[in-house]
Every structure is written in structure tokens, then in C-alpha cells.
């Protein structure tokens, strides 16, 4: 059968969708906290807050501008940072993949130890987690 799965790209497959999902949560909450943000602003005044957004003859950059060119800045000064120090770390360690960066990283710091869960933990559904917590109450109370 030529269309039978590879056994590596399903894994791929699904830990990108994984990556996916965390960057969509990631950028959906930080839109809701900057628009939460600016409706607070706007509703405690919104004389000078339109006055931020349009500029005025004596400011002639408005602060809408000034902050999105600040933010701009911040995010490639961040990323770029980051990225540099994640590069110099790889070499400094000698890491050649992914899974040896791992293993190099995880040998310097250490170990969490894990806890087993007191209940159970195994949902196949959230129904069947919602009932979990209801009877667990009920046996508290």
C-alpha cells in the first residue's frame, strides 16, 4: 500500500498542531489583554484618549504611533536577543540536534521530581472529568 503512514510524520504532524493550538491560545490572550487594555483606557477618558490616537499640533507623532513603533522595537530587540543567546548556548554546549541539546541542557540542571497524582487523572473526556469532581465533592462534603 503506498499510502500507509510513515511512522515519523504522524508524530510531526501532531506536534505541530500541538504547537499550533499553544501559539493560537498565546495569541488570542494577549489580543484579549491588549484590547481589554485599550477599552479600559478609553472608557476612563476618552477626551485624551482620542487625542493619543489622532496626535495634536503640539505632539506630532500621536501615541498610538509612538507606541506601536516602541513595541516594534521591543519584540525584534527581544527576539533577536533571545535568539542570539539560544545560539551561543547551542555551541557553547556542542549540541548537533534538537535531541542532543536535550540531553546536554537536562544533564546541567536539575531533576523535578514527579509527584504521583492522589486521584485519578486518566479522563477519556471531560463529561467523564466533570463527574469525577462532582462525586469527589459530594464524598467531601
Do not use: C
Not at 487625542?51 to 495634536?56: A, D, N, R, V, W
Not at 504521583?116 to 467523564?128: A, H, I, L
Amino acid at each position: 500500500d503506498s499510502k500507509a503512514k510513515q511512522p515519523g510524520k504522524d508524530g510531526s504532524a501532531k506536534k505541530f498542531a500541538e504547537g499550533a493550538f499553544l501559539v493560537g491560545l498565546a495569541g488570542a490572550a494577549t489580543l484579549f489583554g491588549f484590547g481589554a487594555t485599550i477599552a479600559m483606557a478609553k472608557k476612563r477618558d476618552p477626551k485624551f484618549f482620542t487625542q493619543g490616537i489622532l496626535g495634536s499640533r503640539a505632539v506630532p507623532e500621536s501615541g498610538t504611533s509612538l507606541a506601536l513603533r516602541a513595541l516594534g522595537w521591543g519584540t525584534l530587540y527581544s527576539t533577536a536577543g533571545f535568539g542570539i543567546f539560544s545560539f551561543l548556548v547551542w555551541k557553547m554546549i556542542g549540541a548537533h540536534s534538537f535531541e542532543d541539546f536535550r540531553h546536554k541542557v537536562g544533564s546541567f540542571l536539575p531533576r523535578i521530581p514527579k509527584k504521583e497524582p492522589q486521584g485519578k487523572s486518566d479522563f477519556t473526556s471531560f463529561r467523564e472529568l466533570m463527574n469525577y469532581i462532582v462525586d469527589d465533592s459530594a464524598k467531601k462534603e
